[in-house]
């Protein structure tokens, strides 16, 4: 946990952190200073708590800020990069960008929809997702956008509840090779709802499509309207947004982001995470489903008119030089993806990473679940050739954006692998007991936010009772995340997994992150994820599933390996019952891994809702392999 890694990277900028900390309200004053606003603000922070009103009486708008702003310097520079995953490739410049924006900002008005009014956006990954969220925020509407990989029954709960008057989706979208017709499932999500009055049909795959009167197609609608649209001046908190998050149980919950605060915050960490510039490539894997995509896809490159690499498909297909190939392409410069993603490239060893010149690399980022320490070293010693520095961010989907993060556009520091290094200024983060008192240096408990900051939701749509109770009842007028953590001798701070992803073995408890950590440690294993099936007399047992690196065969002795690293590097209260082979792990579309899927089905519960799920064969092979263990643990107990 101590080794560090300067490259190039000295003290920390004590000076400023000092400002921040001293008069949080007054260094976010200045951070906003940055954005162009109509109107300047009367109060800078209004806190009833839990409820943050950020720059009150300033009227700002976010497509204004991210494209008007850029016209007259910037109008012929592209904005967007976009790579098909069939091979098909687009340049967008800023003022491409502007004027299909203000276009598409015409049909919204012409469709009927006006400020306050929510659109439903389920797109792939092409520039018109950005477009139409850009045109939502210049007009004040309400965008929610919904992964392109989700079920009729998901949509049909987000719509429902947003209340969405006009949808906005594509005939169809490439993944895989396959054509996933996103226009079918609309149809189906909608069929019963009375309420959207539009469905906006863009045209990206040749399959047809059946059509109702609610339906228009983008390009018709495109071709009818004037290519002026003057910006909404907006308060600065009205509702930029909202995107929704599942939750351990109930109904999706819908996170509300504002406009000013959330510029603000965007603004201000892009710059200090990424140390952007104007000659840099951007690349963020994120689907802009997520929150990843909204904040460090969308909002923040535009702001500071960067240029980034838009990709559409998966990151493995056709094969797993895909990434490397779009790096070496686009002489990518940042590379922000997520250790899920990484853990998949080493499973295929070095040599086709090698194989491509990275050398354009200068900074590479990681988001999305604590990176392993081994997988973080593999990252920076083969993709950033030890001279890039590992921005390893923590944030979620109500924060905006990120809260830990090391800064090499503000301050340095040495970096350790696993540690997401310190809070970002103006931010005050502690690790805290059941109680609420901070813990000793190394160890483990709960993360807290102590402050209000301008990223954050503001609430949950519909829901201002929810928000208090999820977030904020724990501990009093500190928000809870839901995570553990560790600070460090240094201050440094280590995400340990969500709170609820713990298991309890013989009244201890053992956080699912460390241990898949440790697994993930041998040299011979690519990814992990473990989980506890009930037993009479540890409370719970551990069951890990393992992946192997390619060409890595499932031996006894490897087997016992594993079993005895756990031994050494946890304890031996850690050990699994059962460690299973398999060759893949059930992950969403983005990445992560369904932890949910193999809680649920050690406990023979219904799976619910797999639709983003990337390969259902991934659950076959879990559910066939916990009929094995349960067999073998009936067995061994006879």
């Not at 929809?113 to 950005?130: A, C, F, N």
Request: glycine share 8%; net charge negative; with cysteine.
């Amino acid at each position: 946990m101590d080794e560090a890694y300067d490259v190039g990277l000295g003290n920390i900028d004590f000076v400023l952190r000092k400002k921040a900390d001293s008069d949080f309200v007054s260094f976010w004053d200045d951070e906003a200073k940055n954005l162009s606003w109509f109107s300047y603000w009367e109060k800078t922070l209004d806190w009833q708590p839990p409820f943050a009103k950020w720059f009150v009486g300033g009227t700002i708008n976010a497509s204004f800020n991210a494209l008007d702003v850029h016209q007259k310097t910037k109008s012929s520079k592209p904005a967007i990069l976009w790579e098909g995953e069939n091979g098909e490739s687009r340049i967008i410049t800023y003022g491409e960008m502007f004027l299909q924006v203000k276009k598409f900002s015409n049909v919204l008005k012409s469709l009927g929809v006006k400020k306050g009014d929510r659109v439903t956006i389920y797109l792939p990954m092409v520039p018109e997702l950005p477009i139409a969220m850009l045109a939502c925020a210049r007009i004040g509407a309400i965008h929610a956008v919904i992964f392109s990989g989700f079920s009729a029954a998901s949509i049909k709960d987000r719509i429902s509840d947003s209340h969405s008057k006009v949808v906005v989706t594509a005939n169809g979208g490439y993944r895989r090779g396959k054509i996933v017709k996103l226009k079918e499932v609309i149809d189906e999500a909608i069929k019963d709802v009375d309420f959207v009055e539009h469905v906006v049909v863009l045209k990206r795959t040749e399959n047809e499509i059946s059509t109702s009167s609610k339906d228009r197609l983008w390009d018709d609608l495109m071709n009818n309207v004037p290519d002026s649209c003057d910006a909404e001046k907006l308060d600065s908190t009205h509702p930029l947004y909202i995107l929704y998050t599942s939750g351990t149980t109930g109904k999706p919950k819908g996170v509300l982001h504002g406009t000013g605060g959330y510029l603000t915050h965007l603004y201000s960490t892009f710059k200090w995470a990424f140390d952007i510039k104007d000659s840099d490539v951007f690349f963020c894997t994120a689907d802009i489903g997520w929150v990843t995509g909204h904040s460090y896809v969308v909002y923040a490159p535009l702001l500071h008119g960067a240029t980034q690499v838009m990709y559409e498909g998966a990151p493995d297909f056709p094969d797993a030089s895909r990434i490397w190939e779009i790096l070496q392409k686009y002489h990518v410069t940042i590379f922000y993806t997520t250790p899920t993603a990484l853990r998949m490239f080493m499973k295929f060893g070095n040599n086709i990473p090698n194989s491509f010149d990275l050398s354009s690399l200068r900074l590479l980022g990681t988001v999305g679940e604590p990176i392993n320490p081994e997988v973080w070293k593999w990252y920076f010693k083969t993709i950033g050739n030890e001279k890039c520095p590992i921005i390893d961010t923590w944030w979620q989907t109500e924060t905006g954006g990120m809260l830990i993060s090391p800064l090499p556009g503000l301050e340095t520091m040495p970096l350790k692998p696993g540690s997401g290094t310190l809070p970002i200024p103006g931010v005050r983060i502690s690790v805290v007991d059941e109680n609420g008192d901070e813990v000793p240096p190394n160890t483990k408990g709960y993360l807290v936010i102590k402050n209000p900051w301008p990223g954050m939701l503001l609430t949950l749509w519909g829901d201002d009772e929810k928000y208090k109770t999820v977030y904020w009842s724990k501990y009093k007028n500190c928000y809870y995340p839901g995570d553990y953590a560790l600070k460090d001798d240094d201050g440094y701070l280590w995400l340990l997994g969500r709170a609820d992803d713990v298991l309890k073995v013989a009244g201890h408890r053992i956080g699912t992150a460390e241990l898949e950590s440790c697994i993930v440690s041998h040299s011979d294993v690519a990814e992990s994820a473990v989980c506890g099936i009930t037993d009479e007399i540890k409370g719970e047992v551990i069951i890990a599933f393992v992946v192997l690196k390619e060409g890595i065969s499932d031996t006894e002795i490897l087997k016992k390996e594993i079993f005895d690293k756990i031994r050494n590097d946890i304890g031996a209260i850690a050990t699994p019952k059962q460690i299973y082979f398999v060759s893949k792990l059930p992950k969403t579309r983005s990445g992560k891994i369904m932890r949910r899927l193999l809680k649920r089905i050690a406990n023979n519960e219904k799976i619910g809702d797999v639709s983003t799920l990337e390969d259902g064969t991934a659950v076959t092979e879990i559910q066939n392999a916990f009929d094995d263990i349960q067999k073998s643990i009936k067995r061994n107990s006879c």
